[in-house]
């Protein structure tokens, strides 16, 4: 194991593989030389506008390489990397700048007013044109860190309550991208292609610590398109996605067995990958895709085996070093095979979130472990299933019900896309399960409600099956079921 900071572990590589390819992207190549060059004179130029160690870099721009040389040169620094979904509005936009308090922010052109406005003075406002016009000859000398110290604030979703900054270190970045390395096999012959973004755990520090880290090609890709990702195969060896990916891939007449016969990896994770999208894959190209299981706070948690058998719809054993467990409410660990939360303990789990001790508390329990929020079981080989958010678990009558079973049974049938199961007030029961479903034709309401009673207790079935045209994504490929339940919590209402 590395045993510098994450920039070394960087440097590592930019040494090693110097002449290589490091990143393809539309209009250049970049070899590792070239990155780490661009990464020091940057340094030099942020060191300049204030930059220093342990200060917050806000990094508000479209995917780009120059990105990812600014996400070099602040850990060149010693900073901390703050990337924000180009998503965000002026209000949250507000808040993270309140929250984070950060020296520079790199924004996009036209942002730079509105930056202005809610940073004020103190702040400097930049955007990569700016940064990357006439950088310095020379480059500024690496800061180590600690390996306790902050590389990364990643602020996560937030669906109930204010986004919170997840604190990650040098030693969670930098062994969760070691470990992923060796667990999917990664050399420096390895073509990866990237097209996710790269303000979020999956395209920044996944995807991309994989390949740099182990001195491959990244195929640089501003954003998922099916044919480009199709035109990409012909000479690419890995692609990591979201199920969104692998669903629109599959949705591709060209994408044929032919395709994907160089590819030696399909990793899918961020949201769950039905079982009946798995065995289309299979039986589409020959490759089972591998589904892995993380999160923000933690890096990644299980994963399928590369050797070994692929469970469509399980996201594997739990990763070298990392420790899991089921555990109920009040954190009594639960028998294999019951449901409960998944609690998790490693070098990977983060160090809290950024000025909130009570929130980071009240996440832990005592002996360290990290409360994730998802609940799940462990199989009799050891396999993690996930059967949904803690929040997103249905109480009707008194009995609970885990979305991730119904939506399975839903997903699997010939009249149904996609399927999402949520509860909504009701009356009588409390909350009442109803499914929102993505049709794939005509459908029968009355007959899905009358097909699923053969295959689950009654109280399990949906009280309505709703048809729509599109459920509701975050740019993740995460269905949003907290907008679902707004949407239909007059369903039931008493007259
Ligand atoms: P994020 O912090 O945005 O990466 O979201 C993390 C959450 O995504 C986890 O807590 C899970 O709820 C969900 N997630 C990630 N990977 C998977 C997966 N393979 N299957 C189901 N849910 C997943």
Request: with cysteine.
């Amino acid at each position: 194991m590395h045993e510098g900071d994450l920039y070394q572990r960087f440097a590592r590589s930019f040494a090693d593989f110097a002449g290589r390819t490091a990143i393809e992207a539309a209009d250049r190549n970049w070899t590792y030389a070239e990155l780490e060059s661009a990464a020091g004179r940057l340094a030099t130029k942020l060191a300049a506008m204030g930059v220093r160690p342990g200060e917050r870099v806000l990094v508000q721009t479209e995917k780009s390489v120059e990105t990812v040389v600014l996400y070099l040169a602040a850990l060149r620094l010693g900073a901390i990397y703050l990337p924000l979904n180009t998503d965000y509005t002026e209000a949250e936009l507000a808040y993270f700048v309140g929250d984070a308090t950060p020296v520079i922010a790199v924004c996009r052109e036209g942002s730079q007013g509105l930056f202005r406005r809610i940073g004020g003075d103190a702040l400097a406002i930049t955007t990569l044109d700016d940064l990357f016009a006439d950088l310095p000859a020379e480059a500024a000398p690496p800061a180590p860190r600690q390996r306790d110290d902050i590389a990364a604030i990643l602020y996560t979703s937030g669906t109930t309550g204010k986004p919170k900054g997840a604190m990650l270190t040098h030693r969670n970045l930098v062994s969760n991208g070691e470990m992923l390395v060796d667990f999917w096999r990664f050399t420096s012959k390895d073509r990866l292609i990237h097209a996710l973004p790269i303000f979020h755990v999956h395209g920044l520090f996944v995807a991309l610590h994989c390949a740099l880290f182990s001195g491959a090609c990244v195929i640089f890709q501003p954003r998922f398109d099916a044919k480009a990702a199709i035109a990409a195969m012909q000479d690419a060896s890995v692609m990591m996605g979201v199920p969104t990916f692998y669903i629109r891939l599959l949705g591709e007449d060209t994408f044929t067995r032919h395709v994907a016969a160089r590819m030696r990896l399909f990793v899918s994770g961020s949201a769950p990958l039905s079982a009946d999208i798995h065995r289309a894959f299979e039986d589409r190209t020959g490759h089972r895709v591998l589904e892995r299981y993380g999160m923000t706070e933690t890096g990644m948690l299980t994963s399928n085996p590369y050797d070994g058998e692929r469970k469509a719809g399980f996201v594997g054993p739990p990763l070298p070093g990392v420790s899991l467990r089921i555990a109920g409410e009040d954190g009594t660990v639960l028998p294999q095979g019951e449901v409960g939360i998944v609690e998790v303990q490693g070098p990977n789990v983060f160090a809290g979130y950024w000025q909130m001790p009570e929130k980071t508390a009240s996440e832990f329990r005592d002996g360290g472990w990290f409360i994730t929020g998802d609940m799940g079981l462990i199989d009799a080989n050891g396999y993690v299933q996930l059967v949904g958010r803690e929040k997103d678990l249905i109480i009707t009558g008194g009995l609970n019900v885990y979305p991730a079973e119904v939506e399975a049974l839903l997903d699997d049938r010939e009249d149904i896309a996609e399927a999402a199961v949520i509860g909504v007030p009701h009356p009588d029961f409390g909350e009442a399960v109803v499914a929102v479903v993505r049709p794939a034709g005509s459908l029968d309401a009355d007959a899905v409600r009358e097909a699923m009673k053969r295959d689950l207790a009654g109280f399990k079935v949906p009280k309505q099956v709703i048809a729509v045209d599109e459920l509701p994504r975050n740019t993740m490929g995460k269905i949003q079921k907290k907008l679902l339940r707004e949407r239909y919590a007059g369903l039931f209402a008493q007259a």
